[in-house]
């Protein structure tokens, strides 16, 4: 069992940075793949980003590519989401979710929301044009 509490979120204007927290509980945190999404008013929750267990590799959405970054410190148990450049469609409540890593010699990014095993509440991020 994991239970994940995101943290960070807040107003920012355009351009502003946020970075956002996922703190884990649990001894297995580094078994697990790590996620983040996001669901704005009246739209479906879309992927974000995902880590490694490791933090070794990463993926993005191409919204969010180059703005951007997720990682991990897993002595801590908490993953992270630097999001700089912000812009008003980036509003969203976002959500941190794990998935129990699967091995192998080649990662494969968990993009879908029912590839996830447990998700955080959710913070909520506002960005005022």
């Known amino acids: 069992q994991v239970q994940l509490v995101e943290s960070g979120g807040g107003l920012v204007q355009a351009g502003d940075s946020l970075r956002l927290s996922c703190a884990a509980s649990g001894r297995t945190f580094s078994m697990y793949d790590m996620g983040w999404f996001r669901q704005a008013p009246g739209k479906e929750r879309e992927f974000v980003a995902a880590?490694?267990?490791?933090?070794?590799?990463?993926y993005y959405a191409d919204s969010v590519k180059g703005r951007f970054t997720v990682s991990r410190d897993n002595a801590k148990n908490t993953v992270y989401l630097q999001m700089n450049s912000l812009k008003p469609e980036d509003t969203a409540v976002y959500y941190c979710?794990?998935?129990?890593?699967?091995?192998?010699?080649?990662?494969?990014?968990?993009?879908?929301?029912?590839?996830?095993?447990?998700w955080g509440q959710g913070t909520q991020v506002t960005v005022s044009s």
């Open positions: 979710a794990a998935v129990r890593t699967v091995g192998g010699s080649t990662w494969k990014p968990a993009t879908e929301g029912d590839e996830y095993d447990y």
């Open positions: 880590i490694s267990w490791s933090g070794r590799s990463t």
